[in-house]
């Protein structure tokens, strides 16, 4: 069965960084793109940027570019995305999906990433 | 980038009515489209990809259909459980989404 399991919620204070996780099972991780979606409160759905576990090579939405980094561990079939920097604006729910063949098949159930002094 | 515009941004319908969401790409983007549905608190699915293909095991009530720059995604026979928020998404360069349709029961 394909899994794909985020790390919990994180309450952070603007300014400080911030590192979440999705781990892949049930399918052989380093062959699909694995993509990150935001989804602020009350808001519709964002792409942010996609990565290939295989090479580890990340694309980025240009609205996202230089705002947060994409990565992959194949070693133990983990995508994270991380800030260094965070603010009031990045409280949201961040999901990571399987990007098969173009489509997002399979999600995680999402991580509430909430900013705030 | 690409901009997908989606309409109309809610809808309130009876059940049992069809129900029709459209989606416009900004450039053409092929058959490059896939429609998700989102109910609160969960995260999206995957019904429709490539246009018109349905994903395995999603009722065939769904459907969608287009080509280029502007695809159509639509409902049959609308019922309670249907109630959830619907996005197109662009696929061809990257990915961007619509801005989400809410339907609801009249």
């Known amino acids: 069965e394909v899994q794909l399991v985020q790390s919990g919620a994180e309450v952070k204070k603007p300014g400080e960084s911030l590192k979440i996780s999705c781990q892949g099972s049930g399918y052989s991780f380093t062959n699909y793109w694995i993509g990150w979606v935001r989804q602020m409160p009350g808001k519709g759905l964002e792409w942010m940027g996609i990565?290939?576990?295989?090479?580890?090579?990340?694309k980025y939405s240009p609205s996202f570019q230089g705002q947060v980094t994409i990565s992959a561990d194949k070693s133990i079939s983990a995508a994270y995305l991380q800030w260094s920097s965070l603010k009031a604006s990045d409280t949201a729910i961040y999901y990571c999906?399987?990007?098969?063949?173009?489509?997002?098949?399979?999600w995680g159930q999402g991580t509430l990433v909430t900013v705030s002094s | 980038d690409i901009q997908m515009t989606q309409s109309p941004s809610s809808l309130s319908a009876s059940v049992g009515d069809r129900v029709t969401i459209t989606c416009q790409a900004s450039q053409d983007i092929a058959h490059h489209l896939n429609w998700y549905q989102q109910k609160p608190g969960k995260a999206p699915k995957l019904l429709i990809y490539?246009?018109?293909k349905l994903e395995p095991g999603v009722p065939s009530k769904f459907s969608g259909s287009g080509s280029g720059t502007d695809f159509t995604f639509t409902i049959s026979s609308l019922q309670a459980e249907d109630v959830a928020t619907y996005y197109c998404e662009q696929y061809d360069n990257l990915g961007t989404f619509g801005g989400g349709t809410k339907v609801e029961i009249k």
């Open positions: 999906a399987r990007r098969s063949g173009g489509a997002n098949d399979f």
């Open positions: 490539d246009a018109s």
């Open positions: 990565i290939y576990p295989g090479d580890s090579n990340p």
